[in-house]
C-alpha cells in the first residue's frame, strides 16, 4: 500500500507525462505564388522531371573540367562554408543542452569527515570526543515539462538547428556560384587577352604598312602618328586585362581557401557552349531554396519561443528525491539502521514580477512578426532572381544573333577600307574608325558571351542548384543522452 506522500508523488508524474505544450502551433504564412515566370521563355513548360540537371553537382551540365576540379576544392576549402558547418555543429548542441531538461539530473556524493566536538559549550565544560562520519548519497531531481516549456524550447532548438543546415547549403551554394561566375569572367579575361593581342598584331602590321606608303610618298606624316597612337591605345588596353585577369585568379585562390601566391591557373581559350536551364513553377522555389528554407525553419523557431514564453504563466513543478547511509563507524555504513531516504515536491508560480513576463512574450511576437516579413521577402527576393537571370538570358540570346552580325559587318567594311587605303583612295582616318568598329565589335561579342555564361550560374542559383528541403535534417530527438 502505497503512503499518501508518494502517491501524491505518482500523481504528479502522471500529470507530467500527460503535459500539454502552451502557445501557438506552427503554421506556414500564406503566400500568393504566381503561377508562371513572367520573363520565362515563350511556349515554356514545367521540367518534370529535372533529368537535365544533376541534383547538386550542377556545375557539370557546363562541362568544363578546370571548374569541376575547382568546385572540389571549394567544397571542402572554402571558409565560409568551414564557418557554416562550425555553426550547423553548435546548434546540434544547443539541441542536445534543450532536450536534456525532458530527463532528471542524478548526482552521487560521498562525504568522509572526521572532527572533534567542542568541551566548552555556553560555559559548561563537557567531555570533548572525536569521532568520524561517513555520508553517501544519491540524489535526484526532476522539473517535469506540465506547460510544454521544455517541449516548445526543444522545438525551437531543432528548428535553429534545421535552419542552420539550411544555411550550410545556402553558403555553400553561393561559394559555388561565385566561384563558377568568377572562373568564367576569368576566361572572358582570357578570350579579351587573346583579342587585344590580335589587335594589337593586326595595328603593328598596319603601322608598318603606313610607314612603307610613307617612304613611297603615299601616305602623310599623320597617318604615321594616328597608327602609333592607335597601336600604342591598343597595347595599353592589352596590359590593363592582365590586372583584371590577375584579381579574377586571386578570387579564385581565396575562394578554395588558398593563398593568391599559391595559386595558378594557366589561360586557356574558352569554348563552352551555353547549357539549358530545366524550369518549374514558381511555388517550386518553397522547396529548392535552401535560403527559403532557413528563412522558415527561423519562422519555425520564433513561433516556438512564443510557446516558452507563454508557458511562464504557468506553475513550475519541481520533484526531488535523496537516498543514501550515514554513519560513525564504517563497518555499519550500510546496515538498515543508518538507511536515510527523502521526497519532496515544489510547486512555485510567481505572482508578481512588474510585467515581465508579458514583456516577453510581447517580444517573443514581434520576433516572429519580423521573421514572418523576413521569410516573405526571401521568397520575393528568390522570385526577383530567378526573374532577374531569366530576362538577362533571354536578351543575350537576342542579342548574340545582332551582335554577330554586326561583327560580321564590320569586317567587311574593315577589308573594304582597307582596300580603299591601299589603293590610296582614302586616308588613314577612314582605316581608324572601321578598326575602331570592328574592335568594338568583337569585344561587345565577348563580353556578351560572358555574361550570359554568368547569367546561367545566375539562375541555376536562384532555382536553388538541385537542392530539396528533403536534404534537411529532422533531428528528432536524437542528441539527449544519460551520462
Same mark, same amino acid.
Given at each position: 500500500m502505497l503512503h499518501k506522500f508518494e502517491r501524491s508523488i505518482l500523481v504528479f508524474l502522471v500529470l507530467s507525462l500527460c503535459g500539454c505544450q502552451v502557445g501557438p502551433d506552427y503554421q506556414r504564412p500564406k503566400l500568393a505564388m504566381p503561377t508562371h515566370y513572367k520573363e520565362a521563355p515563350p511556349g515554356w513548360k514545367t521540367a518534370e522531371p529535372r533529368d537535365a540537371m544533376d541534383k547538386g553537382s550542377w556545375w557539370l551540365v557546363f562541362n568544363d573540367p578546370d571548374?569541376?576540379?575547382?568546385?572540389?576544392?571549394?567544397?571542402?576549402?572554402?571558409?565560409?562554408?568551414?564557418?557554416?558547418? !562550425?555553426?550547423?555543429?553548435?546548434?546540434?548542441?544547443?539541441?542536445?543542452?534543450?532536450?536534456?531538461?525532458?530527463?532528471?539530473?542524478?548526482?552521487?556524493?560521498?562525504?568522509v569527515n572526521r572532527q572533534k566536538t567542542a568541551s566548552d559549550v555556553v560555559g559548561v565544560l563537557t567531555r570533548s570526543s572525536v569521532f568520524d562520519q561517513y555520508t553517501p548519497n544519491a540524489a535526484i531531481a526532476w522539473a517535469p515539462d506540465l506547460f510544454g516549456a521544455v517541449g516548445r524550447?526543444?522545438?525551437?532548438?531543432?528548428?535553429?538547428?534545421?535552419?542552420?543546415?539550411?544555411?550550410? !547549403?545556402e553558403t555553400r551554394l553561393s561559394m559555388q556560384a561565385t566561384l563558377a561566375q568568377t572562373y568564367f569572367q576569368l576566361r572572358a579575361a582570357d578570350l579579351i587577352q587573346k583579342f587585344l593581342d590580335d589587335t594589337v598584331f593586326a595595328y603593328k602590321k598596319s603601322l608598318q604598312?603606313?610607314?612603307?606608303?610613307?617612304?613611297?610618298?603615299?601616305?602623310?606624316?599623320?597617318?604615321?602618328?594616328?597608327?602609333?597612337?592607335?597601336l600604342q591605345t591598343a597595347?595599353?588596353?592589352?596590359?590593363?586585362?592582365?590586372?583584371?585577369?590577375a584579381q579574377y585568379e586571386h578570387a579564385i585562390a581565396v575562394l578554395i581557401g588558398e593563398t593568391p601566391e599559391q595559386f595558378i591557373l594557366s589561360s586557356?581559350?574558352?569554348?563552352?557552349?551555353?547549357?539549358?536551364?530545366?524550369?518549374?513553377?514558381?511555388?517550386?522555389?518553397?522547396?529548392?531554396?535552401?535560403?527559403?528554407?532557413?528563412?522558415?525553419?527561423?519562422?519555425?523557431?520564433?513561433?516556438?519561443?512564443?510557446?516558452?514564453?507563454?508557458?511562464?504563466?504557468?506553475?513550475?513543478?519541481?520533484?526531488?528525491?535523496n537516498y543514501g547511509w550515514q554513519a560513525n563507524v564504517f563497518q555499519h555504513l550500510f546496515h538498515y539502521p543508518t538507511l536515510m531516504w527523502a521526497l519532496g515536491a515544489t510547486v512555485t508560480e510567481t505572482i508578481f514580477d512588474g510585467g515581465l513576463r508579458r514583456a516577453q512574450e510581447e517580444s517573443a511576437r514581434a520576433i516572429y512578426d519580423q521573421n514572418v516579413a523576413t521569410y516573405k521577402q526571401t521568397v520575393l527576393s528568390a522570385l526577383q532572381n530567378v526573374e532577374d537571370n531569366l530576362v538577362a538570358l533571354r536578351v543575350l540570346d537576342a542579342e548574340v544573333t545582332v551582335?554577330?552580325?554586326?561583327?560580321?559587318?564590320?569586317?567587311?567594311?574593315?577589308?573594304?577600307?582597307?582596300?580603299?587605303?591601299?589603293?590610296?583612295?582614302?586616308?588613314?582616318?577612314?582605316?581608324?574608325?572601321?578598326?575602331t568598329t570592328a574592335y568594338n565589335a568583337k569585344g561587345s561579342a565577348i563580353d556578351i558571351y560572358s555574361r550570359r555564361l554568368v547569367a546561367s550560374v545566375g539562375l541555376i542559383q536562384a532555382l536553388g542548384g538541385g537542392w530539396n528541403t528533403d536534404a534537411v535534417p529532422n533531428l528528432q530527438c536524437t542528441t539527449a543522452v544519460l551520462y
Amino acid at each position: 500500500m502505497l503512503h499518501k506522500f508518494e502517491r501524491s508523488i505518482l500523481v504528479f508524474l502522471v500529470l507530467s507525462l500527460c503535459g500539454c505544450q502552451v502557445g501557438p502551433d506552427y503554421q506556414r504564412p500564406k503566400l500568393a505564388m504566381p503561377t508562371h515566370y513572367k520573363e520565362a521563355p515563350p511556349g515554356w513548360k514545367t521540367a518534370e522531371p529535372r533529368d537535365a540537371m544533376d541534383k547538386g553537382s550542377w556545375w557539370l551540365v557546363f562541362n568544363d573540367p578546370d571548374l569541376n576540379l575547382l568546385m572540389e576544392k571549394v567544397n571542402v576549402s572554402n571558409q565560409n562554408i568551414i564557418v557554416a558547418v !562550425a555553426q550547423y555543429r553548435e546548434a546540434v548542441a544547443s539541441l542536445a543542452q534543450s532536450e536534456s531538461y525532458y530527463l532528471p539530473t542524478l548526482t552521487v556524493d560521498a562525504n568522509v569527515n572526521r572532527q572533534k566536538t567542542a568541551s566548552d559549550v555556553v560555559g559548561v565544560l563537557t567531555r570533548s570526543s572525536v569521532f568520524d562520519q561517513y555520508t553517501p548519497n544519491a540524489a535526484i531531481a526532476w522539473a517535469p515539462d506540465l506547460f510544454g516549456a521544455v517541449g516548445r524550447a526543444v522545438e525551437a532548438a531543432r528548428a535553429g538547428a534545421q535552419a542552420s543546415a539550411a544555411q550550410i !547549403a545556402e553558403t555553400r551554394l553561393s561559394m559555388q556560384a561565385t566561384l563558377a561566375q568568377t572562373y568564367f569572367q576569368l576566361r572572358a579575361a582570357d578570350l579579351i587577352q587573346k583579342f587585344l593581342d590580335d589587335t594589337v598584331f593586326a595595328y603593328k602590321k598596319s603601322l608598318q604598312l603606313t610607314k612603307n606608303q610613307y617612304a613611297s610618298g603615299i601616305a602623310s606624316r599623320l597617318a604615321i602618328v594616328q597608327a602609333e597612337s592607335q597601336l600604342q591605345t591598343a597595347e595599353t588596353a592589352a596590359l590593363d586585362n592582365g590586372i583584371i585577369r590577375a584579381q579574377y585568379e586571386h578570387a579564385i585562390a581565396v575562394l578554395i581557401g588558398e593563398t593568391p601566391e599559391q595559386f595558378i591557373l594557366s589561360s586557356r581559350q574558352l569554348e563552352l557552349s551555353i547549357p539549358s536551364i530545366p524550369l518549374e513553377i514558381p511555388a517550386s522555389l518553397l522547396e529548392r531554396r535552401p535560403d527559403i528554407a532557413a528563412a522558415e525553419r527561423t519562422l519555425v523557431q520564433a513561433n516556438a519561443n512564443i510557446g516558452v514564453a507563454v508557458a511562464a504563466y504557468f506553475p513550475l513543478l519541481n520533484l526531488t528525491g535523496n537516498y543514501g547511509w550515514q554513519a560513525n563507524v564504517f563497518q555499519h555504513l550500510f546496515h538498515y539502521p543508518t538507511l536515510m531516504w527523502a521526497l519532496g515536491a515544489t510547486v512555485t508560480e510567481t505572482i508578481f514580477d512588474g510585467g515581465l513576463r508579458r514583456a516577453q512574450e510581447e517580444s517573443a511576437r514581434a520576433i516572429y512578426d519580423q521573421n514572418v516579413a523576413t521569410y516573405k521577402q526571401t521568397v520575393l527576393s528568390a522570385l526577383q532572381n530567378v526573374e532577374d537571370n531569366l530576362v538577362a538570358l533571354r536578351v543575350l540570346d537576342a542579342e548574340v544573333t545582332v551582335q554577330n552580325a554586326a561583327v560580321t559587318t564590320a569586317d567587311r567594311a574593315l577589308e573594304i577600307t582597307m582596300n580603299q587605303y591601299n589603293a590610296g583612295i582614302v586616308d588613314y582616318a577612314n582605316v581608324i574608325q572601321a578598326q575602331t568598329t570592328a574592335y568594338n565589335a568583337k569585344g561587345s561579342a565577348i563580353d556578351i558571351y560572358s555574361r550570359r555564361l554568368v547569367a546561367s550560374v545566375g539562375l541555376i542559383q536562384a532555382l536553388g542548384g538541385g537542392w530539396n528541403t528533403d536534404a534537411v535534417p529532422n533531428l528528432q530527438c536524437t542528441t539527449a543522452v544519460l551520462y
